[in-house]
């Protein structure tokens, strides 16, 4: 493990995308290269060995970590888009959000009966957008090894949705 401050590189903004709502903006941590290849080998060896067979990114800044490890992993990227992005027969969800409602879609074909599957995500807040992944992956017949988050706000009790899979965060605000 690192000793590398995350939080400390993570900017926080009030009020955004709506009043009330504090948005923890993960680009100031991205153009840190040193914490971006810092999270990135933890990632690693924390997977490492798991048979994954598909790493799924959730739209848009799960491609980030989830394009990385996969990378790493030596497994396959699939992304998890919002509808009317993905130019082939798809299955789609809808879900609600901390702050309104929305819908994602997964290609039919993008994971096969029993893969071994790794859910990634920039942040876990109220697990909608995950729940809705967790949906998509087991309509198409995917094993779940696990999901996988950067950040975690535990006190939207995100985790409450996705009880029974094996969740991992790397950073945590209360």
Not at 93 to 117: C, F, P, T
Not at 121 to 139: I, K, P
Request: charged share 20%.
């Amino acid at each position: 493990m690192t000793t590398m401050n995350y939080h400390a590189l993570i900017r926080e903004v009030p009020d955004f995308p709506k009043p009330g709502i504090l948005f923890y903006d993960i680009t100031t941590l991205l153009k840190d290269a040193r914490a971006l290849s810092s999270i990135a080998d933890e990632l690693t060896a924390y997977y490492q060995g798991q048979r994954i067979a598909k790493v799924i990114g959730i739209e848009s800044r799960g491609f980030i970590f989830g394009g990385m490890l996969a990378n790493r992993l030596n497994a396959g990227f699939v992304p998890v888009r919002k509808p009317g992005k993905l130019p082939a027969d798809s299955f789609e969800v809808k879900y609600s959000l901390e702050y309104g409602s929305n819908s994602l879609a997964i290609h039919r074909d993008a994971i096969a009966e029993g893969e071994r599957v790794l859910i990634v995500d920039d942040l876990l807040a109220t697990g909608g957008t995950a729940a809705a992944t967790v949906s998509l992956v087991r309509q198409l017949g995917g094993e779940i090894v696990g999901l996988d988050f950067l950040v975690e706000l535990q006190g939207l009790k995100g985790r409450d949705k996705l009880s029974g899979y094996s969740i991992h965060s790397t950073i945590f605000y209360p």
